[in-house]
């Protein structure tokens, strides 16, 4: 093993998510896809911090971050979702969109 | 024996991040994502840092249940009885992530790390602890703050009747337009 091969593996994780993030037309699927990509951020924090600088505990603190961001994006996200069901009945990206205009 | 776990982990972990994309099933796609997730959990454990590792495990199932039942309350097809796709503009999509993963992969692949710089400490967790109440008290402080407006944000997007509601457009009703009326003067 090396922080090369887990570095891979995070934006493997990353890039997967994104295309989620990108593809999927169902909000709660679209946060699926962004959790994937904070795994991505998770697993490349700890990687740093046990291949690079394991004696600051600034890579630890970032996944403290991360993974904070992920309870924050999923209770915001599905509290949106909620209200945009309750007013609208939908539950689709591309049916949100017309609340822009 | 760390490098079968590892490479264990690795590979389920992208084979399951990926299916939460392909499965028809809501249910198949929430519990596809947790593997993927408790995969991180165990790679994160591999990498010395066990309490995180712990923490990120134990969130991953409860944030995961949680969802399930949200992805049987709002869309169709929990049970992935019938086909079903809910994509748009894939090949874009798959063109933009297949640079950006070349991108990363070629930075990584010739960046000049730096050699490790000191020693994993005794225990690591005390380290976190005593650095995000020493000098990373800011960040700690900060998490916190979106914490609570987190809190705030969902109860007041969440909650059917809001203030204009009860109190008209312009707030100026005497008295709430309350389906049960309640307090003081009822």
Known sequence: ?101 | MEVAVFWVLAVLAIVSGAMVFRFDSMARATFSLLTSLLCVGGLVVLLGLDYLGIVIVLMMTIEMAIMAVFMVMYMMNPAGLMPMTMMHNKKGAAVVCGLLFALLAAGILLAPWPGRRGRPPKDPTMDLGMSLMGPQMLTMMTLGMALFATIVATVLLATRRGRYDRLGDDLRARRPDDPVRGGVGR
């Open chain 1, 1 to 101: 093993m090396s922080l090369e091969l887990f570095l891979l593996l995070a934006a493997a994780l990353f890039c997967v998510g994104l295309f989620g993030a990108l593809t999927q037309q169902s909000i709660v699927m679209l946060m699926m896809g962004l959790e994937l990509m904070l795994g991505g951020v998770i697993l490349a924090a700890g990687t740093v911090w046990h291949y690079i600088a394991p004696a600051t505990a600034d890579g630890q603190v970032l996944i403290v971050v991360a993974v904070t961001a992920m309870a924050l994006e999923m209770a915001i996200g599905f509290a949106v979702v909620t209200a945009l069901f309750r007013s609208r009945e939908i539950d689709m990206t591309d049916m949100a969109a017309e609340m822009k205009e």
